[in-house]
C-alpha cells in the first residue's frame, strides 16, 4: 500500500537552529505533495505545498521544501527557528494514479527552546 | 470569511450505537473531505464528496459513511460504534478536490465511545 514516512517522531531544537524534516513517499509516477502544521490549540493548516514546476518550493513562515523525484523525497526545512515554530508537521501526498487519496504521514512533534 | 466549523465538538456514545457528525465548509468551497486522527494511526482518510456524490473513499468498514447537501454541508455517519472508533474527526474543505486545492481544516469532532 502506499505510504508516507516521517523519518523523526519528535525533534527539540534551540532557538536559531536550522530545521529539516524529512518526509518520503512510496509512490511512483505524478504526486501532488503538502506540508501541514498544527500549532498547539489551532487547526491544521497547510504551510506549502508542490504541484509542479521548480522543486524548490516556499511557503509561510520563513518554511521551504525541496521535492527530489529520484529520491521519493519531500523534505522541509527552515534556516532559523523561533520558539514560535513549536508545532505538529505533517506531510501528505496523493496521486491519481493510487486512487487520488491524501495520505498524511505519523506527523512530526517539534519543539523550540527558548 | 468564516472558516470551517465542525457540530458538536465532543460527543460521548455507547458501544453499538450511531452517531451523526456535521461539518460546515467554507461559502464557496465544494469539496468536504474526512478525516480519522487517532494516536496510533495518526490521520486516515475517510472520504471525499464534492457536488454531491463521494468521490473517494478510505479503506473504512461500511460503518462509516457520509453525504453532502447541495449547499456542501456535509454529515458523515458512523454506526453499531466500536471502542476503536473513538478518535477525533476532522473535516476539511477546498474550492475543488483535494490534493488539488488547499485544504482548510476545521477543529474537529472529539467522539469518545465507552
Known amino acids: 500500500a502506499q505510504s508516507v514516512s516521517q523519518h523523526n517522531h519528535h525533534v527539540i531544537l534551540s532557538e536559531a537552529a536550522s530545521l529539516e524534516l524529512g518526509c518520503n513517499y512510496s509512490?511512483?509516477?505524478?504526486?501532488?505533495l503538502f506540508w501541514y502544521v498544527q500549532y498547539p490549540g489551532q487547526h491544521l493548516q497547510l504551510l506549502l505545498k508542490?504541484?509542479?514546476?521548480?522543486?524548490l518550493v516556499k511557503g509561510i513562515k520563513g518554511f521551504e521544501a525541496e521535492f527530489i523525484k529520484s529520491k521519493f523525497s519531500f523534505n522541509l526545512r527552515k534556516p532559523s527557528v523561533q520558539w514560535s515554530d513549536t508545532a505538529e508537521y505533517f506531510c501528505?501526498?496523493?496521486?491519481?494514479?493510487?486512487?487520488?487519496?491524501?495520505?498524511f504521514g505519523a506527523g512530526t512533534i517539534l519543539r523550540v527552546k527558548s | 470569511k468564516a472558516g470551517v466549523t465542525q457540530t458538536p465538538r465532543y460527543l460521548i456514545k455507547t458501544r453499538g450505537q450511531q452517531v451523526t457528525l456535521s461539518c460546515s465548509p467554507i461559502s464557496g468551497h465544494r469539496s468536504v473531505s474526512w478525516y480519522q486522527q487517532t494516536p496510533g494511526q495518526g490521520l486516515q482518510f475517510l472520504f471525499e464528496?464534492?457536488?454531491?456524490?463521494?468521490?473517494n473513499k478510505g479503506n473504512f468498514p461500511g460503518r462509516f459513511s457520509g453525504r453532502q447537501f447541495s449547499n456542501s454541508r456535509s454529515e458523515m455517519n458512523v454506526s453499531t460504534l466500536e471502542l476503536g472508533d473513538s478518535a477525533l474527526y476532522l473535516c476539511a474543505s477546498s474550492l475543488g478536490l483535494a490534493g488539488h486545492y488547499e485544504q482548510y481544516f476545521g477543529p474537529g469532532t472529539r467522539l469518545t465511545v465507552t
Open positions: 508542490y504541484f509542479s514546476g521548480d522543486p
Open positions: 464528496y464534492f457536488s454531491e456524490t463521494q468521490r
Open positions: 501528505a501526498v496523493i496521486s491519481m494514479e493510487y486512487g487520488n487519496k491524501l495520505v
Open positions: 509512490y511512483g509516477g505524478t504526486v501532488n
